[in-house]
T-cell receptor
C-alpha cells in the first residue's frame, strides 16, 4: 500500500458528462500529480500541484481541470467526456516535487466513457 | 528535449534465471533516473532511483540497476527472477533542474517469468 488513496476505483459514464476523481496523498506529502494511462498514449503527465498551487502542466486538455485543497487532497475534474477519455487515471504524491524525490502512486481510477 | 527508450516490449525469462530490462535515455545534464513496476490493476510502485553517486543502485524486491553514463543507459537487473516478478516495468528520466512534471516515462516493458 503506497498510502495514496484514489476514489472511486471504477467509473462508468456517458459521453458529454462530467466526473470528479479524488486523491488523498500520503501523509506529509505536499505535491500531487495526475497522470493518464491509456494503451495508445502510455503514461501521460497531466498536472502537478504543490501545497495548493499549480506547479507544472503537461498534456492536460482544456476540458480537464484540477485543484488541490488546503487539506492537500486533490480533485481532477473531467468534463464534456468523450469516448477517447476512457483510461486509467493515476494520482501520485511526493514530499516536495523537485530534485530526486520519488513519487508514490495510488491504485488509479478506471474511467470508462460509453 | 529529454526522452527515454525501453527497446523491448516484452522480456521472457525462466524462473531462477537472471532478468534484465533495458532502458536508455537522453537528457541535458546529469539525469535523475527511476524504475517503477506496475502489477495488473494496480498503480505504479517505486523500485529504485539514481540521483548521484555509486553507479550500481539497489532497490526493492532484490532489484538493482546500473547507471552507465557513456552508454546513457540504466538497465534494471535481478539475479534470479521469480514468477511473481511478472509485471510491467517503467523507466523514467528527467533533468536535474526539472520539476517532477518533466519526468518522462518509457513505454514500459512487460516481463513474463515462466515456472
Amino acid at each position: 500500500d503506497s498510502g495514496v488513496t484514489q476514489t472511486p476505483k471504477h467509473l462508468i459514464t456517458a459521453t458529454g458528462q462530467r466526473v470528479t476523481l479524488r486523491c488523498s496523498p500520503r501523509s506529509g506529502d505536499l505535491s500531487v500529480y495526475w497522470y493518464q494511462q491509456s494503451l495508445d498514449q502510455g503514461l501521460q503527465f497531466l498536472i502537478q500541484y504543490y501545497n495548493g498551487e499549480e506547479r507544472a502542466k503537461g498534456n492536460i486538455l482544456e476540458r480537464f481541470s484540477a485543484q488541490q485543497f488546503p487539506d492537500l487532497h486533490s480533485e481532477l475534474n473531467l468534463s464534456s467526456l468523450e469516448l477517447g477519455d476512457s483510461a486509467l487515471y493515476f494520482c501520485a504524491s511526493s514530499q516536495r516535487g523537485t530534485e530526486g524525490t520519488e513519487a508514490f502512486f495510488g491504485q488509479g481510477t478506471r474511467l470508462t466513457v460509453v | 528535449a529529454q526522452s527515454v527508450a525501453q527497446p523491448e516490449d516484452q522480456v521472457n525469462v525462466a524462473e531462477g534465471n537472471p532478468l534484465t530490462v533495458k532502458c536508455t535515455y537522453s537528457v541535458s545534464g546529469n539525469p535523475y533516473l527511476f524504475w517503477y513496476v506496475q502489477y495488473p490493476n494496480r498503480g505504479l510502485q517505486f523500485l529504485l532511483k539514481y540521483i548521484t553517486g555509486d553507479n550500481l543502485v539497489k532497490g526493492s524486491y532484490g532489484f538493482e540497476a546500473e547507471f552507465n553514463k557513456s552508454q546513457t543507459s540504466f538497465h534494471l537487473k535481478k539475479p534470479s527472477a521469480l514468477v511473481s516478478d511478472s509485471a510491467l516495468y517503467f523507466c523514467a528520466v528527467r533533468g536535474p533542474t526539472d520539476s517532477w512534471g518533466k519526468l518522462q516515462f518509457g513505454a514500459g516493458t512487460q516481463v513474463v517469468v515462466t515456472p
